[in-house]
């Protein structure tokens, strides 16, 4: 079974940049789509992208000017870059494995880590 | 984008009693090519991260106690746990996966015991 675990700063300073590293183990990440969502204190989930593992990306259009996601699928890796960070962005940060099926997809998230709170402050 | 929303945001059930959570789309999420329904249930305890229930609408994912189902088709879903157990006290949130440029999740409904 897929496992995902967060690792990061947990306390950024604002207009700092968050970066966060997603380790998959349990399976090769050199398969399918991952992603990054969010979870702002008390409220909802904010899907943040993903990325495949060949490298290609999709970023929600609301963060995409501030976001990058990339993978080491040496390492069995991803991570989530995000700058000139506000206290808006204070929140849970989980990774997930996105489901898909060879040629179609990416679909839903079957998949989550454990996720890793972020807090943007000075 | 497809804006998500959920109704009630809150109700209380008593225990082995149905709970019903609706969950609606700004546009069809039914893909005509395959007769599916892009769109997904998740539970949310507290402290923990949300676990997949459902997806294409109706489809319970493995290990998930048959009690909780999925309906609904095109714009109108419907999350129903047939008898509520104390287990269950948590936060669903639907997802639509319709549009993959944009991945959107319901606002979340809470369940509690009445």
């Known amino acids: 079974q897929v496992q995902l675990q967060e690792s990061g700063p947990g306390l950024v300073k604002p207009s700092e940049t968050l970066s966060l590293t997603c380790t998959v183990s349990?399976?090769?990440?050199?398969?399918?789509?991952w992603s990054w969502i969010r979870q702002p204190p008390g409220k909802g989930l904010e899907w943040i992208g993903y990325?495949?593992?060949?490298?290609?990306?999709n970023y929600n259009p609301s963060l995409k000017s501030r976001v990058t996601i990339s993978v080491d699928t040496s390492k069995n890796q991803f991570s989530l870059k995000l700058s000139s960070v506000t206290a808006a962005d204070t929140a849970v940060y989980y990774c997930a494995h996105t489901f898909a099926v060879w040629g179609s997809g990416p679909y839903y998230f079957d998949y989550w880590g454990q996720g890793t709170l972020v807090t943007v402050s000075s | 984008d497809i804006v998500m929303t959920q109704s009630p945001d809150s109700l209380a059930v008593s225990l082995g009693e149905r709970a019903t959570i609706n969950c609606k789309s700004s546009?069809?999420?039914?893909?005509?090519?395959?007769?599916?329904?892009?769109l997904a249930w998740y539970q949310q305890k507290p402290g923990q991260p949300p676990k997949l229930l459902i997806y294409?609408?109706?489809t319970r994912e493995s290990g998930v106690p048959d009690r909780f189902s999925g309906s609904g088709s095109g714009t109108d879903f419907t999350l129903t746990i047939s008898s509520l157990q104390a287990e269950d006290v948590a936060v669903y949130y639907c997802?639509?996966?319709?549009?993959?440029?944009?991945?959107?999740f319901g606002p979340g409904t809470k369940v509690d015991i009445k």
């Open positions: 294409w609408a109706s």
């Open positions: 349990g399976g090769s990440i050199s398969s399918y789509y």
């Open positions: 990325i495949y593992y060949s490298g290609s990306t």
């Open positions: 546009q069809s999420v039914l893909y005509s090519s395959n007769n599916k329904n892009y």
């Open positions: 997802q639509q996966y319709y549009s993959t440029l944009l991945f959107t």
